[in-house]
C-alpha cells in the first residue's frame, strides 16, 4: 500500500498532455497542420499533444478586415473558463504568423507544465495507513497511477503571454504591370492610353518605372481646319501601401506631338511634356501571381503644349489633369 500511494503522487506530477485543433480560415500560404504540429513538438523532448487530454489549445487562422490574426485559445476540457492571444499580421505573411501562433501554443503548455511540477504535495492524510488494525474499508482509496488531478486554469479569462508579433516582412518582390486607362486633359478630347512597366517591392512600398502612350485625339474649327495630337511617356513613381491601398507620388515625362487636320495636314509639331503629381488605387488579389489594379492619378503639367493655327489657341492642356486606369499585376520574383 505505501508503494502505491509514492506512485500516485508522482503520477500527479507528470507532465499533462494537450487536444491541440489547428484551423485555417480562407487563408492562402499558412502552414498546414502537420507542419504546425511539428513546430510545436519541436521545443518538448516528448511528444505533448494527445487526443482526449484534460487541455484543449485551439488555434485559427482567419483575415480581419486588411490584416492577418491568429487566436490561439486554451481550455480545460468541460469547463467554459478560455485564456486566449491573439496575434496580428500583414497580407502575406501567413507563414511566419503561423509560426509565432505554433511558438505561442507552445509557450502554453510549458506554462500548464510548470503549474503542475510547482504544485503542492498532497497532504500525509490522503496517503492510505499502513497500521494493520485498520480495516481496508476504513483507510482512504488510494489513487492509482495516471489518475493525477488536472491542473486548474484561472477562474476569469485572461490573456497569454504573447510573442512578438511578426516583423513585417522585408522580402524584395519583383513586378510587371500593364494597364489601359482614360484621360481627360491631357490631350483635347476624352483619350485612351496603354502603359506597360515594372515596379520593384520592399515591405509595404514600392518604386514604379513604366512606359506608355496616349492615343491620338483631335480638336478642329468650324472651317474644317485643326489639329491630332498624342502623347509617348516615361512615368516613375514612389508608392506605400496600407493595407490594399496605396498611395504614390508620381513624375511624368515625354513628347507631345501633333499634326494638323484638313488644309493644315502637312504641318507637324511636337514637345515636351513634364508633370507631376500623385496617384491612389487598390490592389485587389487574384490567384497567385495576378492581381488586379485600380488607380487614378491627378498631374500638375509644368510645361503645357497645346495645339494653334497662328495666333488662334485651339487647345492647351489644362492647369490639372486626370486618369482613370485598370490594370493587372504580376508578381514575378
Not at 154 to 159: D, E, G, H, I
Not at 178 to 197: C, K, Y
Not at 234 to 261: E, K, M, N, P, Q
Not at 290 to 317: D, K, N, T, Y
Request: glycine residues 10%; aromatic residues 4%.
Amino acid at each position: 500500500m505505501a508503494l502505491i500511494g509514492i506512485t500516485s503522487r508522482a503520477a500527479a506530477k507528470e507532465a499533462p498532455k494537450v487536444e491541440l485543433h489547428y484551423a485555417v480560415r480562407n487563408v492562402p500560404g499558412c502552414l498546414s497542420e502537420r507542419e504546425f504540429r511539428d513546430a510545436v513538438r519541436r521545443r518538448f523532448d516528448d511528444d505533448p499533444l494527445a487526443d482526449h487530454a484534460p487541455l484543449v489549445l485551439t488555434t485559427e487562422i482567419a483575415r480581419v478586415g486588411s490584416r492577418l490574426r491568429a487566436t490561439v485559445s486554451l481550455q480545460e476540457r468541460g469547463t467554459t473558463t478560455e485564456a486566449t492571444q491573439e496575434i496580428l499580421a500583414h497580407p502575406g505573411e501567413c507563414v511566419p504568423l503561423s509560426a509565432s501562433a505554433a511558438l505561442a501554443v507552445s509557450l502554453a503548455i510549458k506554462r500548464a507544465r510548470v503549474r503542475v511540477a510547482s504544485s503542492p504535495p498532497d497532504s500525509p492524510s490522503d496517503a492510505p495507513s499502513e497500521s494493520p488494525s485498520e480495516s481496508p474499508s476504513d483507510s482512504p482509496p488510494a489513487r492509482l497511477p495516471g489518475s493525477s488531478s488536472r491542473p486548474a486554469l484561472p477562474s476569469r479569462v485572461s490573456r497569454l503571454e504573447a510573442p512578438r508579433s511578426p516583423k513585417p516582412s522585408r522580402r524584395l518582390e519583383v513586378r510587371t504591370h500593364a494597364s489601359v486607362s482614360g484621360a481627360l486633359g491631357t490631350l483635347p478630347s476624352l483619350s485612351v492610353g496603354e502603359s506597360f512597366g515594372a515596379s520593384l517591392k520592399v515591405g509595404r512600398w514600392f518604386g514604379s518605372l513604366e512606359a506608355g502612350a496616349w492615343l491620338p485625339s483631335s480638336v478642329s474649327t468650324p472651317a474644317g481646319n485643326g489639329g491630332k495630337a498624342w502623347l509617348l511617356f516615361l512615368a516613375g513613381s514612389g508608392c506605400a501601401y496600407g493595407g490594399r491601398l496605396f498611395v504614390c507620388a508620381l513624375g511624368t515625362a515625354g513628347d507631345f506631338r501633333a499634326i494638323g487636320t484638313g488644309q493644315l495636314l502637312s504641318h507637324r509639331a511636337s514637345s515636351a511634356y513634364v508633370a507631376l503629381g500623385a496617384r491612389v488605387g487598390v490592389e485587389i488579389p487574384l490567384a497567385r501571381p495576378f492581381a488586379l489594379v485600380v488607380q487614378g492619378s491627378l498631374l500638375a503639367p509644368l510645361v503645357r503644349p497645346g495645339l494653334r493655327i497662328g495666333e488662334e489657341v485651339l487647345w492647351q492642356v489644362p492647369f490639372v489633369t486626370g486618369d482613370l486606369g485598370l490594370g493587372l499585376r504580376v508578381s514575378i520574383l
